[in-house]
Antibody, heavy 119, light 110 residues
């Protein structure tokens, strides 16, 4: 059974940093691209960042480019999102999601972790 | 990377059909047959309902169907049931590992 479990969320001050983790199980983690999607309170879903299976290629939404870094450790079956220079508008539930090999959608999602940026 | 446009809300009585539109551009919806739809109940993670415009994952009732014409995709729920009341989001591939989501539609079962 595929499982994705996010962690690392919490309260952080504007300008601060936070690292999210997503522990994966139930599939060959290194073979699949992974994605972070966020949802601000009461708002819609926003694609944030993606990384290919080997971890050699990364992609970002304009809203986080230069501040967020996606990475993965395939030996630990874990996806990461390093978030720096956080702003109030980064407050959201952050979901990790799995993308089927070579296909353009997300078949499994984690339960999400809440990041709150506030002084 | 502008969000795809969806109606804010749609509603219908049990047994009726509702259709949600999702309008993008030739760089996303119109450029790829890679539109997916997600159902989200309050406080829950999104769930895949439709992928590749019109395909249903195993376990999704055939009451859910998808289509696309030019830059607009649509999700139709036929035979509306109480458990279908949720938020629905479309999503389109936009090239180079980038995706764009729709603004979201709240479906209310009257």
């Amino acid at each position: 059974e595929v499982q994705l479990l996010e962690s690392g969320g919490g309260l952080v001050q504007p300008g601060g940093s936070l690292r999210l983790s997503c522990a994966a199980s139930g599939f060959t983690f290194s073979g699949y691209a992974m994605t972070w999607v966020r949802q601000a309170p009461g708002k819609g879903l926003e694609w944030v960042s993606a990384i290919n299976g080997p971890g050699t290629n990364t992609y970002y939404a304009d809203s986080v480019k230069g501040r967020f870094t996606i990475s993965r450790d395939n030996s630990k079956n874990t996806l990461y999102l390093q978030m720096n220079s956080l702003r109030a508008e980064d407050t959201a539930v952050y979901y990790c999601a799995k993308r089927p090999y070579g296909l353009d959608y997300f078949d499994y999602w984690g339960q999400g972790t809440l990041v709150t940026v506030s002084s | 990377q502008s969000a795809l446009t969806q109606p804010r809300s749609v509603s219908g009585s049990p047994g009726q059909s509702v259709t949600i539109s999702c309008t993008g551009t030739s760089s996303d919806v119109g450029g790829y047959n890679s539109v997916s739809w997600y159902q989200q109940h309050p406080g829950k993670a999104p769930k895949l309902m439709i992928y590749d415009v019109s395909k249903r994952p195993s376990g999704v009732p055939d009451r859910f169907s998808g289509s696309k014409s030019d830059n607009t995709a649509s999700l139709t729920i036929s035979g509306l049931q109480a458990e279908d009341e949720a938020d629905y989001y479309c999503c389109s591939y936009a090239g180079s590992y980038i995706f764009v989501f729709g603004t979201g539609t709240k479906v209310t079962v009257l």
